[in-house]
């Protein structure tokens, strides 16, 4: 009998932010995406087709959406370290891994990226006329993912 896979759920997401030590649970993550750019060639004396030569990588940014929660402070995690990062007015690279977790909250995939920086921080809409959860996200930039993680 052949073994079944079925397709993994995105309802958890955990995130942990090497530099920092923060972990967070997120409600979505985008930008898990690689596309290679193709560069057209005109070779001279071939009129049939043009050549498509293989070019860099590019990866978009990383958006992590995520309750916004205080801690005992008053302070969120994610503001916290974009903040920090303002003040010192530079952008501190650093690794991260995202990690997909299963029904049972146990880890079922993984992709760790490299060279990262928060470039943005959105904080939450506020409109009293809504009863929806507030929500932050930061956008990291990155220089790719280390596959498999």
Same mark, same amino acid.
């Given at each position: 009998m052949?073994?079944r896979?079925?397709?993994l759920?995105? %309802?958890?997401v955990s995130v942990t932010?090497? @530099?920092y030590g923060?972990v *967070?649970?997120c409600?979505?993550?985008?930008?898990l995406?690689v596309?290679?750019?193709?560069i057209?060639y005109?070779e001279?004396?071939?009129n049939?087709?043009t050549?498509?030569l293989?070019?860099?990588?590019?990866?978009?940014n990383l958006?992590?959406?995520r309750?916004?929660?205080?801690?005992s402070s008053?302070?969120t995690? %994610?503001?916290?370290k974009f903040?920090?990062? @303002?003040?010192?007015d530079e *952008?501190t690279?650093?690794?991260?891994?995202?990690v997909?977790?299963g029904?049972?909250?146990?880890p079922s995939?993984?992709?760790?990226?490299?060279?990262?920086?928060?470039?943005?921080?959105?904080?939450p809409?506020l409109?009293?006329s809504?009863?929806?959860?507030?929500?932050e996200s930061?956008?990291?930039?990155?220089?790719g %993912?280390?596959?498999?993680?």
């Amino acid at each position: 009998m052949a073994q079944r896979f079925d397709p993994l759920q995105a %309802f958890c997401v955990s995130v942990t932010l090497d @530099l920092y030590g923060a972990v *967070a649970f997120c409600k979505s993550v985008s930008g898990l995406k690689v596309e290679r750019e193709v560069i057209p060639y005109k070779e001279g004396g071939n009129n049939r087709y043009t050549q498509k030569l293989v070019g860099p990588a590019n990866h978009p940014n990383l958006v992590l959406k995520r309750g916004f929660v205080a801690s005992s402070s008053g302070h969120t995690v %994610f503001a916290t370290k974009f903040f920090q990062m @303002l003040k010192a007015d530079e *952008a501190t690279r650093f690794g991260g891994t995202i990690v997909q977790l299963g029904p049972d909250l146990s880890p079922s995939w993984k992709w760790k990226f490299r060279d990262g920086w928060i470039c943005k921080w959105e904080g939450p809409d506020l409109d009293a006329s809504k009863s929806e959860l507030a929500f932050e996200s930061i956008e990291i930039a990155h220089h790719g %993912f280390d596959f498999p993680a």
